[in-house]
């Protein structure tokens, strides 16, 4: 089975659904002017044609979100052994009873058109193996920023990836980088695997720094790439790679343990 597919709607349907009896959390991404807000909630219900979830919640210090009629946000959550992705549309916020009287307010949504899931080991840190370079380059304000070219008053820095999963990655780059961005500033990433198509951009936010002597190691979180056609094949991409180097490092735990077991 491929580490990341796309449900039929039957398929779709009953996992929604099955979400939705266990109400779920969830985690939703909305585009809020240059940068990306991430959103907790709880799947609510599921109706024939629209979902209803909580009123989503910001991270801990950041400002409340208003979301309008008609917006376009990302949505997933875990069910069983997999990570499920997807993008709706608000259709209204009202208000909702629950069974023991309690009013909430809640998002409902439009039924998402399309459903990937990916195997939740996607989601696993994979390091990028000892014998393979994977090259990253980034800079403030989103993929949709990129500059021309490189300049003082809008670098791109170059930078080394060291591991990577389907939720972001750590590079390893310059140290006075790690003084220039903020955590939860939105910046721009390609990351390239290899030469052709082995190379994605994306949305991510700065998560950590920790500088080291002259080298500053960055975590990032990719944001986003569920809600385009092109952001989930970048995801198809990073899957199958952490696969890969998931099985380049079980194979090579095995064969230490077999010269560490020879007489």
Not at 130 to 143: E, K, Q
Request: charged share 20%.
């Amino acid at each position: 089975m491929s580490i990341m597919e796309e449900l039929s709607a039957a398929q779709a349907k009953l996992v929604i659904s099955a979400a939705a009896q266990r109400r779920v959390p969830l985690a939703v991404t909305v585009r809020c002017e240059n940068r990306w807000m991430n959103l907790r909630s709880t799947l609510w219900a599921a109706e024939d044609e629209r979902l209803l979830i909580e009123e989503p919640q910001p991270e801990q210090g950041a400002p409340p979100y208003e979301f309008v009629p008609g917006e376009t946000i990302g949505l997933s959550f875990k069910l069983k052994h997999y990570k499920h992705v997807m993008t709706s549309t608000v259709e209204a916020v009202q208000p909702l009873r629950l069974d023991d009287g309690t009013v909430v307010t809640v998002l409902a949504l439009s039924c998402p058109s399309e459903v990937h899931r990916l195997q939740r080991r996607a989601y696993n840190r994979a390091a990028v193996p000892p014998n393979r370079i994977v090259r990253a380059s980034f800079w403030l304000g989103g993929r949709q920023a990129e500059p021309s070219g490189t300049s003082p008053d809008r670098p791109v820095w170059p930078a080394r990836v060291l591991n990577v999963s389907a939720g972001g990655c750590q590079v390893t780059t310059e140290a006075d980088v790690a003084n220039v961005m903020d955590v939860g500033d939105t910046v721009g990433i390609r990351i390239a695997f290899g030469p052709g198509t082995e190379t994605f951009f994306a949305d991510a936010q700065f998560r950590h720094a920790e500088v080291v002597s002259n080298q500053a190691l960055l975590g990032f979180q990719f944001v986003g790439l569920a809600q385009t056609e092109e952001g989930r094949a970048a995801l198809g991409l990073i899957s199958k790679k952490v696969a890969e180097y998931q099985h380049m490092a079980d194979a090579g735990k095995t064969r230490r343990a077999w010269v560490e077991d020879r007489p």
